[in-house]
């Protein structure tokens, strides 16, 4: 029997993006308040329709560039090609047939963190955009600020967001993605206010500096040292060239 496209519903694709920075020693969330229907006024993850001449990865860095100002990591490369470059990757595919009261519509969310980023600016059907804990976001109730009314996130963006940190935080147990947070040259201080930030735990410094220091391929020294922490020079390291941490870096349990 021929295929008949008919025969079908159509839908629509979107990307949503969890994007996460380290802000004032906490984890934050890109979160842009609707200017439009559906949910005008709520905030919600940034994102937008997959246009038709582009794959989903062409449309995650778009929406990343148009919302931050940041180009996405290749995956392939070695090293980062740019320095305001934000690592990117593919999260999870949500399809409840009523999760967009406008139509069908199947969402491909991204993860996507950078070092502390600027403040936002908005655009598309955003009529705002800002940086906010994600303790907040995801806090029973929903999110308001300045006095406004709390309410939850638009559309299945709380879950959305919960994957996103979940992933995030336990990530970094294994791999080398809390340098992604980082400055090109950073200390072990840092790094370590970095997995504090996003596992929202106290770490002891000397253990910490043991781990990551004793940790083959995680850091590698640069020579440099900076004060700009106070106290004494700190010495700086950059990312090294390891992608899975031996012996991983175990969250505590809290």
Wanted: glycine content about 10%; charged content about 20%; proline content about 10%.
């Amino acid at each position: 029997m021929p295929y008949d496209p008919s025969a079908f519903p159509p839908f629509a694709v979107t990307v949503d993006l969890v994007v996460l920075t380290v802000r004032r020693h906490a984890l934050c969330a890109l979160a842009i308040r609707r200017g439009e229907p559906p949910f005008q006024g709520r905030w919600a993850l940034p994102g937008g329709f997959v246009r038709a001449d582009e794959d989903l990865t062409q449309a995650a860095a778009r929406e990343l560039a148009e919302e931050t100002g940041l180009c996405a990591h290749d995956p392939s490369a070695p090293a980062p090609a740019q320095d305001n470059g934000a690592h990117l990757e593919q999260l999870a595919t949500y399809g409840d047939p009523k999760r967009d009261p406008r139509m069908r519509v199947v969402s491909v969310a991204h993860l996507a963190l950078a070092p502390d980023l600027p403040a936002p600016r908005a655009g598309g059907d955003a009529s705002n955009a800002r940086w906010a804990p994600v303790e907040e976001l995801l806090q029973q109730g929903g999110y308001g600020r300045d006095g406004e009314p709390v309410a939850p996130l638009a559309f299945d963006h709380a879950q959305i967001l919960a994957d996103g940190v979940e992933r995030a935080r336990s990530k970094i147990e294994y791999s080398s993605l809390a340098t992604a947070f980082c400055p090109s040259e950073f200390t072990v201080g840092e790094l370590r206010r970095v997995y504090e930030a996003v596992w929202g735990v106290a770490l002891d410094p000397r253990n910490f500096h043991r781990k990551v220091t004793g940790t083959p391929g995680f850091l590698v020294p640069t020579g440099g040292t900076t004060t700009r922490q106070g106290g004494r020079p700190a010495q700086l390291f950059r990312a090294g060239g390891a992608t899975l941490l031996n012996p991983p870096m175990l969250r505590p349990e809290v």
